[in-house]
């Protein structure tokens, strides 16, 4: 079993920066990838980008269009999402899930931060 929990949302303004982390606690060492999704209110949960926990691969949906970093330090057992110039549009609450050894989806996420993006 693996638990994540999400930190550092808040409320920003155009054009700032914002770190997300996710932390796992329980067993970690079944992490194959951490992934983050975001919701806005009325929509779909959206894929952001990925991490392969062991090697640190990234990949990223192309809306991010380099303006975020997704990084993890494995001795913390924690990911990160950096975030820069942020957009209104980038409103919406984050989460972490990962895909563990021996899994074929997703199955385990967080409860979430919210992120809020004034103009």
């Known amino acids: 079993q693996v638990q994540l929990v999400e930190s550092g949302g808040g409320l920003v303004q155009a054009g700032a920066s914002l770190r997300l982390s996710c932390r796992a606690s329980?067993?970690?060492?079944?992490?194959?990838?951490v992934a983050w999704f975001r919701q806005a209110p009325g929509t779909e949960s959206e894929f952001v980008g990925l991490?392969?926990?062991?090697?640190?691969?990234?990949a990223y949906a192309d809306f991010v269009e380099g303006r975020f970093t997704i990084s993890r330090d494995r001795a913390k057992n924690t990911a990160f999402l950096q975030m820069s110039t942020l957009k209104p549009e980038d409103t919406a609450v984050y989460y972490c899930?990962?895909?563990?050894?021996?899994?074929?989806?997703?199955?385990?996420r967080g409860q979430g931060t919210q992120v809020t993006v004034s103009s």
């Open positions: 329980g067993r970690a060492e079944s992490i194959d990838n």
């Open positions: 899930a990962a895909k563990l050894s021996g899994q074929k989806g997703y199955d385990t």
């Open positions: 991490i392969n926990w062991s090697l640190g691969i990234t």
